[in-house]
């Protein structure tokens, strides 16, 4: 049996979306379908509790343009991202959240835009609904940040909602690493880019599945990814450390050659100098230690080669056991 090869993959991973999950597929049909060209929508479904894994199914019954894999547990978003690309067939791959913040209505544009030549599209927030002044101000600090001390020049106000050619999908599927970022090794790899602005929506339903706790995560992966800057502050504050011990050796010997008082006072206050010493130059040593086990943390991960994720089942694809993009293909 032959397949007509969708020229458009639409990726959406999904976490507990059962209120709005047939409202996305049905606006991601009516976006693409105008186009008159094939197109299938990938469902990621990541170790969901609800309803979206029964609903996955009963919507590729309907329509077989909607196809569905399910990891054997929660693996995290960035990663749900990769499995669908990985499985994703189309010319291009448009990844977008599930949760309808990122309207599909403008998908029609980034292809659009594909067509003019450039091989990835990323959607720029020009407005964010439903946001509050915490999370628009960090976030935009964060992009910020995160272009001075790195070398990947990331656009400000983007996030993973991005159109990507098949050879920019191709190159992403050999870049294995765990702790991903895939708003930045879209950026990383290069290619031909340009931006489509849009209003990002509010929340319509469901709670926000980026906590700060997971902010945080998130942010600390982006910045180790692609920065080596953590490890030199860590030498910086070393330096620093050093020759502030060695003022203060001066200061605490003078003292003790030309201090006329109290003796007792002189020891009290020589003790409690010290003391503050030590405890900083301890904190310093325990933030640089800290900082190098993000690291460490990070090299153990991928020398132990696990999996990126595990597929508990997939529905809708030629070759259900191998993602598209990891098979060999003539």
Not at 13 to 26: A, H, I, R, S, T
Not at 79 to 108: C, F, H, K, N, R
Request: aromatic share 10%; charged share 25%.
């Amino acid at each position: 049996m032959t397949h007509e090869r969708p020229t458009v993959s639409v990726v959406a991973p999904v976490y507990n979306e059962e209120q709005l999950l047939e409202e996305f597929c049905q606006r991601v049909a009516a976006a693409l379908e105008p186009l008159g060209e094939p197109f299938e929508i990938v469902l990621v479904n990541d170790g969901s509790r609800d309803r979206s894994p029964e609903l996955m199914r009963a919507i590729h019954a309907r329509d077989p343009r909607v196809k569905a894999v399910s990891f054997s547990k929660n693996f995290g978003h960035q990663l749900a991202i990769t499995a669908g690309t990985d499985y994703a067939q189309g010319q291009a791959v448009v990844v977008i959240d599930s949760d309808l913040q990122d309207p599909p209505e403008v998908i029609p544009e980034l292809v659009a835009k594909w067509r003019e030549g450039y091989e990835v599209v990323y959607a720029v927030r020009a407005e964010r609904e439903g946001e509050t002044w915490f999370k628009t101000f960090t976030a935009a600090l964060f992009y910020r940040l995160i272009v001075k001390i790195t070398s990947v020049n990331i656009p400000v106000d983007t996030g993973d909602f991005r159109l990507m050619d098949r050879k920019v999908v191709d190159t992403l599927a050999r870049m294995r690493e765990h702790h991903r970022f895939m708003r930045g090794l879209s950026v990383w790899v290069g290619f031909k880019q340009a931006g489509v602005p849009y209003r990002r929506h509010a929340r319509k339903a469901g709670d926000t599945k980026y906590p700060l706790r997971k902010m945080l995560k998130f942010a600390l992966d982006g910045i180790t990814s692609f920065s080596y800057l953590p490890l030199q502050l860590a030498t910086y504050m070393g330096f620093i450390t050093a020759t502030l011990s060695l003022i203060f050796l001066i200061a605490v010997v003078g003292m003790r050659l030309f201090y006329v008082g109290d003796p007792v006072d002189s020891a009290f206050y020589g003790q409690a100098s010290t003391l503050a010493m030590v405890l900083f130059i301890g904190a310093v040593q325990l933030v640089s230690i800290g900082i190098i086990g993000e690291y460490v943390g990070r090299i153990y991960d991928e020398v132990k080669g696990r999996p990126l994720y595990i597929v508990a089942d997939a529905l809708g694809f030629e070759d259900a056991g191998r993602p598209y993009s990891l098979r060999e293909r003539q």
